[in-house]
Nanobody, 121 residues
Framework: QLQAYGGGLVQAGGSLTLSCAAS????????MGWFRRTPGKDYEFVAC????????YYADSVKGRNTISRLMANDTVYLQMNNLTPEDTAVYYC????????????????WGQGTLVTVSS
């Protein structure tokens, strides 16, 4: 129901935009977020956006470098990532939940499959 795509290999300092498209149902009244995970580590919150599209919340590690947005016309959430570093290398997941803004993994009910982002030094 959530399909994340847009990952790939990018050099440090580069940019990448991830997309998360909904299918089968609408998530227009759900908060949407992005998490990431590296091998051996737990999920790390990255960013989230409210159902209203206007309120956003970022992890300190990506604040100022990432921008989350959502387009209601196609029920898609985007994560624009700039000035990437090797520490951003991870599998990125999009998710949805019935909240306004949340960084808690437990608040998210629906999860997409991950998309791999690899940043080379």
């Amino acid at each position: 129901q959530l399909q994340a795509y847009g990952g790939g290999l990018v050099q440090a300092g580069g940019s990448l935009t991830l997309s998360c498209a909904a299918s089968g149902r609408s998530f227009s009244d759900y908060g949407m977020g992005w998490f990431r995970r590296t091998p051996g580590k737990d999920y790390e919150f990255v960013a989230c956006v409210s159902w209203s599209r206007h309120d956003k919340y970022y992890a300190d590690s990506v604040k100022g470098r990432n921008t989350i947005s959502r387009l209601m016309a196609n029920d898609t959430v985007y994560l624009q990532m700039n000035n990437l570093t090797p520490e951003d290398t991870a599998v990125y997941y999009c998710a949805a939940g019935r909240f306004f803004l949340s960084k808690l993994r437990s608040d998210y009910e629906y999860w997409g499959q991950g998309t791999l982002v690899t940043v080379s030094s």
